[in-house]
């Protein structure tokens, strides 16, 4: 095989990863495109020392690797948004769905903000936060024999 066929294979592949990692992001497939990403990497590596490569080949091997190396960049975000879930509005324009649970439920269930109360909206519910005063004080009476007893320390 020649080093031209060779890279357009480089080429193909790359596309094909592109579009499977798109319908990976996009729910209907179940797991990465792990199968294809090592047949493009494996090609990437191959070439990597470029000792018998033309100036040209060189040129498009380099313009290939750096394509792959911004897209799989912007998957491995978009996989960490995808485990993680949402942390700031600017990772919702990477657009990976399926993750961030709807405002109105995760205002009625949040921890922290509680429950929407009876005549309040999950917004008004949200704003308040829950909080709880707990105070300990040494008991009244003792335990005899206790080691917590002060009046039985040595």
């Given at each position: 095989m020649t080093i031209d066929e060779e890279l357009n294979l480089l080429d193909q592949q790359l596309r094909r990863l592109k579009i499977e990692y798109e319908i990976f992001f996009n729910n209907p497939a179940k797991r990465p495109p792990t199968d294809v990403e090592w047949k493009?990497?494996?090609l990437i590596r191959k070439f990597s020392d470029g000792a018998r490569m033309s100036f040209s080949h060189r040129f498009r091997y380099n313009e290939m690797a750096q394509r792959y190396a911004?897209?799989?960049e912007l998957w491995r975000k978009?996989?960490?948004i995808r485990e993680e879930g949402y942390r700031r509005p600017a990772d919702a324009i990477l657009s990976v769905q399926g993750v961030r649970v709807p405002e109105e439920h995760e205002a009625k269930h949040h921890p922290v903000y509680g429950v929407a109360r009876k005549g309040?909206?999950?917004g008004a519910g949200r704003r308040q936060r829950v909080t709880s005063l707990s105070r300990c004080s040494a008991p009244a009476r003792w335990p005899s024999?206790?080691?917590l007893n002060p009046s039985t320390r040595r």
């Open positions: 493009v990497l494996s911004v897209q799989a978009k996989m960490r309040q909206t999950a024999g206790s080691r």
